[in-house]
Antibody, heavy 124, light 107 residues
Framework: QVQLQESGPGLVKPSETLSLTCTVS????????WSWVRQPPGKGLEWIGY???????NYNPSLKSRVTISLDTSKNQFSLRLSPVTAADTAIYYC??????????????????WGEGATVTVSS | DIQLTQSPSFLSASVGDRVTITCRAS??????LAWYQQKPGKAPKVLIY???TLQSGVPSRFSGSGSGTEFTLTISSLQPEDFATYYC?????????FGQGTKLEIK
């Protein structure tokens, strides 16, 4: 059974870089889409972006100039970098597998496996 | 961006009740919609994808319907473990967006 685990610093200073890694265990990282989603304290979910096996990415335009998602197939990991950060980036950051299924002639996507979340606080 | 508006935002119900949560999209998204359940301190869990397809392992009391701009999530008979926050998410176009959430509380 595939499991995801986020890791990285829990405290980041304003204007610096938030870096998180998601380690995939129990399965290969290849041939899937991998997403990052965040949730500010007491608020709803925000999709950050995803990366595919080929390295192609798609980012939320609200973050696009600051975000990078990368893939390391040799380590079965994918990563998130967000820079520069402000207090508004304080959130729980989740990594998730973005499953793509064929339904008729179309593809459907949904996030079927999630990490437990990493709390990141931006503060000096 | 496609806006998703859930109603109600808060819902108080009793065990055994039938409840329905609505998600309206600001433009048509065909059936490109998923529903997630989130319990406090936990990651979201997918319940429904493609608007009406039940994810493997999810109890059959959960069902989804709709297409275009209006979608519903129905729980046919509430169980104690169903009290949580529910989110819809559109996967029709980028950026993927979520509804604001519906918090289901025990009456």
């Amino acid at each position: 059974q595939v499991q995801l685990q986020e890791s990285g610093p829990g405290l980041v200073k304003p204007s610096e870089t938030l870096s998180l890694t998601c380690t995939v265990s129990g399965g290969s990282i290849r041939n899937y889409f991998w997403s990052w989603v965040r949730q500010p304290p007491g608020k709803g979910l925000e999709w950050i972006g995803y990366i595919y096996n080929s390295g192609s990415t798609n980012y939320n335009p609200s973050l696009k100039s600051r975000v990078t998602i990368s893939l390391d197939t040799s380590k079965n990991q994918f990563s998130l970098r967000l820079s520069p950060v402000t207090a508004a980036d304080t959130a729980i950051y989740y990594c998730a597998r973005d499953e793509r299924v064929t339904m008729g002639v179309y593809y459907q996507h949904y996030m079927d496996v999630w990490g437990e979340g990493a709390t990141v606080t931006v503060s000096s | 961006d496609i806006q998703l508006t859930q109603s109600p935002s808060f819902l108080s119900a009793s065990v055994g009740d039938r409840v329905t949560i609505t998600c309206r999209a600001s433009q048509g998204i065909s059936s490109y919609l998923a529903w997630y359940q989130q319990k406090p301190g936990k990651a979201p869990k997918v319940l429904i994808y493609a608007a009406s397809t039940l994810q493997s392992g999810v109890p059959s009391r959960f069902s989804g319907s709709g297409s275009g701009t209006e979608f519903t999530l129905t729980i046919s008979s509430l169980q104690p473990e169903d009290f949580a926050t529910y989110y819809c998410q559109q996967v029709n176009s980028f950026p993927r967006t979520f509804g604001q959430g519906t918090k289901l509380e025990i009456k």
